[in-house]
């Protein structure tokens, strides 16, 4: 199985002879809980599910022409998604890109709706 744990920091890009996978761990999703604890009320919590919709914003605003390609399957404890490798590049790089920009996070949970 391949992957990268750097590309796409913190997420994490598998493969494996007949899968590949996007995913990011519960302990990686604690570094943005004081995101989610802003929006608390609404009732985000950061978990997987949270991840997940935030993912969804970020592909019907900026990629929809993957909609049809990416099968989301979160968890409490884990952000995952999975589909042809180009897509997962580039929901990748977007979603990292998110983590890493606090006004970017902010900003697509304010429009996201929970799972």
């Known amino acids: 199985m391949a992957s990268d744990k750097i590309t796409y920091a913190p997420f994490h890009l598998h493969e494996d002879e007949k899968y590949r996978w996007l995913n990011l761990i519960d302990r990686d999703m604690l570094s943005k809980e004081h995101i989610f604890e802003e929006f608390r009320e609404a009732g985000w919590c950061g978990n ?3 991840w997940s919709a935030i993912a969804q914003v970020i592909v019907a605003e900026q990629m929809p ?3 049809q390609d990416l099968e989301f399957d979160p ?3 884990m952000f995952s998604v999975s589909g042809p490798r180009a897509a997962l590049e580039r929901l ?3 979603m990292a890109a998110a983590y890493h920009d606090e006004a970017t996070l902010r900003d697509l949970l304010s429009r996201a709706e929970i799972d």
Do not use: K, Q, S, T
């Open 48 to 50: 997987g599910y949270d």
């Open 65 to 67: 022409d993957l909609e």
């Open 75 to 77: 968890e409490a404890g």
């Open 92 to 94: 990748g790089r977007a």
